[in-house]
């Protein structure tokens, strides 16, 4: 089976491309890329050709931190159900979070998760794996066991590793298995019962706040720790200004940290929360417009590596309710391609560089073999239109949930086609 | 015409709008006085009272306007409700509303709540105070109380002490006295001072003797026990020292002061006795004036026009 998609605008950051090409896929590996009409069809017929004229295509984008909720919280999201909302949003790859029932902290939860994943065989889905067993902050897990039935990294994601002396072992420790720890920093002490930013707003609505600060000091002490420690430290969901210059400076000194931002972070203010919506509610919060500023400065100076959804999952039941009993999260797969879209035409960054915080910089972070369109690698391929313009609707996402702050936003740009391994596994209905 | 549907908060109520409530409650507060304390004007009407916190004072308010307008009134409170089998808050005031009251009132301790709710049921909703949000009826009852002794508002410098951070009393206060042009500052420890609320267009300072010198009302607030976190005051003792109204500090205030407490009052914590029972004190005003404001609000919402009352 061979595909070949013509006329597209091929765009592969990894090889410094960015030309009008056509490109084949034969056996789902990448096999040519040469000027239009160059590439001549041998055998008529057992060739799909696709025209992707007017259209980007780029290596399929992947997605560091994802919460597909399989096993314990179905009715929120399957692997299935999640990878087809990835597959919608032009993702080719994702990485499952632990926070699930029972928690990835061993073997078999693992393998349970990269079996079912792949009997759908949708998107490619890898395994980040807890921290600490039971995401209970107090024992380390078998990071040595968890990594060879898959894991590519760890975290207690939505839990930050509060014990100092528990983090500074397990930097340790996976210096061993050199997998990188991913932080949700939090410091719990300081956002105990809070729902959203403190701030003006917090202050208005008579929510309980949680203060930048709590983000700040964590990211602190995981970059002073990992001086000594060794190790590598990925900065999840970063969404304070100050926590942005202290990896800058970490970088700086050549320390090993890397970090992400989520889209509704670069999007959004604490001034969303207004109305009580609990579409808005989500950890870390929606900050100010300062920090926002901040994080775009960071995008564009590449002191942020990488844009991650945290795709949050949650049924009506838990998002229709009081602003503080509500879930934290929003799903992010289906929204992410036109919110990263905004930046480039605020001149954040360029086409190229959006795709390459979604593409080739995770692969390198996480050492995974995909991400570029290098000759002979899997052919993960999204075809998207930048100029298509529609309204998030979002009774039409993938995901079981709809639980979105950006319902019936107007946007621009459109995935179109996904390809996973040279196999179409999404084809936009309308266009 | 009074165009509100609901009142969620003080925050967006006009001057006009403020004047007409007070202006009709000045004219229900007669109906208290009278031997037969009924009339008819709410005849055939549904009042319910959705009470999930406990409440004596604003609970039985509400229901004493109510049944002054001859409404039907019917409390239900936390404990009694179906909320204690699980059942989700939107599902009761849906369930509420198929039986056709005509105003829900709704007191609950999340913020947010009687916002969520008024945008998922078609009845008018009053909000009897929602988390640290607002509470809007204590705020207009507080207004009638001091217009009613300062005979206008504009203009007046009110101090507002105790804990700022935890009130909602306070929130609804400062919208609706920016509203009618008086000056708000806050007093309090810092702790309870909650972040940028200067933002409100308010002044804030730490310390009681010269906060209230040159104001015009006192307004002291209670200390909430039931909901205090651990860090935020080394102990009631020197709260006390600190922020208790007495009347030492009393003598470096106006004459003419006014004391307020939206009440219930920690005796001796933030307020002394004799200066609670002093001829300055208000408290007991405002609450007479609770029920003529609710039934006010009631009417107004029911489609009576201000000027038709008598």
């Not at chain 2, 009042?47 to 049944?67: C, D, H, Q, V």
Request: hydrophobic fraction near 40%; charge should be negative.
């Amino acid at each position: 089976m061979t595909v070949l998609i013509k006329n597209g605008r091929v765009i592969d950051p990894a090889n410094n491309l960015d030309a009008t090409k056509d490109v084949m896929i034969v056996k789902g590996k990448i096999e040519a890329i040469d000027p239009p009409g160059k590439i001549n069809i041998d055998e008529k017929g057992k060739t799909s050709v696709i025209d992707a004229k007017g259209c980007v295509v780029c290596p399929g984008f992947i997605d560091m931190h994802v919460h597909f909720r399989e096993p314990g919280f179905e009715y929120k999201e399957t692997i299935e159900s999640g990878c087809q909302s990835a597959a919608a949003g032009g993702f080719t790859s994702v990485a499952v979070m632990p926070n699930t029932k029972p928690v990835n902290d061993t073997r078999s939860v693992t393998e349970l998760m990269l079996s079912q994943a792949k009997a759908k065989g949708i998107v490619r889905v890898y395994a980040i794996a807890a921290i600490t067993q039971g995401l209970a902050g107090e024992c380390l897990s078998e990071m040595g066991d968890l990594k060879d039935a898959g894991a590519i990294a760890f975290s207690d994601d939505g839990r930050p590793v509060m014990n100092n002396e528990l983090m500074r072992r397990a930097f340790e420790y996976s210096k061993m298995f050199k997998v990188p720890l991913i932080q949700h920093s939090e410091m719990l002490d300081l956002t105990e019962d809070g729902c959203m930013n403190e701030g003006a707003v917090s202050t208005e609505l008579g929510l309980k706040g949680m203060p930048v600060e709590a983000e700040d000091i964590m990211v602190y002490r995981d970059i002073a720790l990992l001086e000594k420690t060794g190790g590598r430290l990925h900065v999840a969901h970063i969404s304070s200004g100050n926590s942005v210059d202290l990896v800058r400076q970490a970088k700086a000194q050549g320390l090993p940290v890397t970090c992400e931002v989520a889209p509704h972070h670069f999007i959004l203010t604490d001034e969303a929360v207004r109305g009580y919506d609990t579409n808005t509610k989500m950890s870390p919060p929606l900050r100010t417009a300062k920090d926002v500023k901040r994080i775009k400065e960071g995008l564009k100076d590449g002191t942020i590596d990488i844009i991650a959804t945290d795709h949050a999952p949650h049924d009506l039941t838990d998002k229709q309710c009081e602003y503080q009993n509500a879930c934290f999260g929003i799903v992010g797969l289906e929204t992410a391609l036109p919110l990263t879209l905004k930046l480039v035409d605020e001149n954040i960054f360029s086409l190229s560089d959006a795709i390459k915080k979604l593409t080739s910089a995770p692969a390198d972070i996480f050492n995974l073999d995909s991400g570029n369109f290098s000759i002979g690698k899997q052919a993960d391929v999204v075809i998207f239109d930048p100029d298509y313009e529609y309204e998030i609707d979002v009774s039409k996402f993938h995901s079981k949930s709809k639980n979105s702050p950006f319902n019936g936003w107007k946007v621009k740009g459109k995935v179109l086609h996904t390809l996973v391994g040279g196999k179409v596994v999404y084809s936009a209905v309308e266009h | 015409m009074f165009k509100l549907r609901s009142i969620l908060g003080t925050n967006g109520l006009k001057k006009d709008e403020i004047v007409t409530i007070l202006d009709t409650a000045d004219t229900f507060k007669e109906i208290s006085t009278r031997p037969i304390k009924k009339v008819p004007t709410l005849r055939g009407r549904t009042i319910i009272n959705l009470f999930f916190e406990p409440s004596t004072r604003t609970r039985t308010s509400f229901e004493i306007a109510g049944k002054r307008l001859s409404a039907d009134v019917i409390n239900i409170s936390g404990s009694t409700s179906s909320t204690v089998k699980g059942e989700n808050l939107i599902d009761t005031a849906q369930n509420l509303e198929a039986m056709n009251p005509d105003i829900l009132v709704i007191r609950h301790s999340q913020s947010g709540a009687a916002e969520m709710i008024s945008r998922c049921i078609q009845c008018p909703v009053i909000n009897a105070g929602d988390g640290f949000h607002e509470h809007p009826t204590q705020a207009l009852l507080d207004l009638q109380t001091i217009r009613e002794t300062k005979g206008s508002l504009e203009g007046l410098k009110v101090a507002i002490v105790g804990d700022i951070a935890h009130s909602r009393v306070v929130r609804s206060n400062i919208y609706a006295m920016k509203a009618m042009g008086m000056e708000v500052r806050l007093v309090g420890p810092p702790t309870m001072i909650p972040v940028e609320i200067q933002k409100l267009g308010v002044s804030v300072d730490y310390y009681l003797e010269k906060a209230i010198q040159d104001v015009d009302v006192i307004m002291m607030l209670r200390i909430q026990t039931e909901r205090q976190n651990r860090y935020l005051l080394s102990s009631l003792r020197e709260y006390s020292n600190l922020f208790c109204l007495t009347s030492k500090i009393l003598e470096k205030a106006k004459d003419d002061v006014l004391i307020i407490h939206p009440g219930p009052v920690n005796r001796g914590v933030e307020i002394a006795l004799d200066v609670m029972e002093s001829e300055r004190s208000l408290i007991l005003n405002q609450v007479t004036n609770g029920v003529a404001v609710r039934m006010a609000l009631m009417y107004l919402l029911l489609g009576g026009s201000d000027d038709s009352v008598n």
